[in-house]
């Protein structure tokens, strides 16, 4: 059953929601044919679609039978603060408006924190359009325990302060979730090696639900040698299982 958004507005039949609504949008992570319908249906008939890549966005769109036809606006973390009194504008004149990311869920470690924040500051309705998310579908296959998990987006990109965070929560006792870039990837694994142990259970998804999607499970060294012997390509989802962990 629908609920009222915090307008008290419910979607409509086809689960748009209603005019002057952010809807937050997932799309696929790579493989096309994880596009819901609902998703399709709010993008097609949104008057706005905030994305990070305009052109990505653009291609994504036309993959779901979807002509951006000028409704694309770029928001991205360089310019996400600067867009927002037009975003709100258009919400308030109650266009709708859609938010998307590249690929998966937006907000999580993407733009759109400050878009979504704004618009429940400014007592605006947000509404969530569910979908693929890499930090859920990494959690699922790996494992380890799901029961609590700590996610911590991007780790800083200076090794001391990856390894100071490592030996921070060498002892947390829920899983760690981050994402890596293919850049840092091999340090790391290293740094992870090195200050949590060879023996400490890891868990690496690479290229989720494109046609290369890999995933390596098990002791430390032994996943960093796996994950390091393939092509590098794409984001990284690492998973650290907490330290009574065996699998």
């Not at 991205?76 to 867009?83: F, P, V």
Request: hydrophobic content about 40%; glycine content about 8%.
């Amino acid at each position: 059953m629908d609920t009222p958004d915090s307008a008290g507005r419910p979607p409509d039949a086809d689960g748009l929601p209603p005019p002057g609504t952010l809807a937050v949008v997932s799309t696929p992570l790579g493989n096309l044919g994880d596009w819901t319908e609902r998703a399709r249906r709010v993008l097609a008939a949104a008057d706005r679609i905030l994305c990070e890549d305009t052109r990505v966005c653009a291609r994504l769109l036309r993959s779901a039978g979807i002509e951006p036809a000028g409704r694309l606006l770029s928001c991205h973390e360089g310019n996400e603060s600067a867009r927002l009194p037009g975003i709100l504008a258009e919400l308030e004149s109650g266009l709708r408006v859609a938010l998307v990311a590249d690929a998966g869920t937006p907000t999580l470690s993407d733009p759109g924190f400050r878009v979504v924040r704004a618009c429940r500051r400014a007592g605006l309705p947000v509404l969530p359009v569910p979908g693929p998310s890499a930090l859920t579908a990494a959690l699922a296959v790996s494992g380890l325990p799901t029961d609590r998990f700590y996610f911590v987006g991007f780790l800083p990109p200076r090794s001391a302060a990856r390894r100071r965070f490592l030996g921070e929560h060498r002892a947390f006792p829920a899983t760690i979730v981050l994402y890596e870039s293919v850049h840092r990837i091999e340090k790391l694994l290293g740094e992870c090696v090195e200050v949590l142990g060879a023996e400490r259970v890891l868990a690496v998804a690479r290229e989720m639900t494109k046609r290369h999607e890999s995933y390596a499970v098990g002791p430390a060294a032994e996943v960093r040698d796996s994950v390091l012997a393939q092509a590098r390509k794409g984001e990284y989802v690492v998973l650290l299982a907490p330290e009574s962990f065996r699998l």
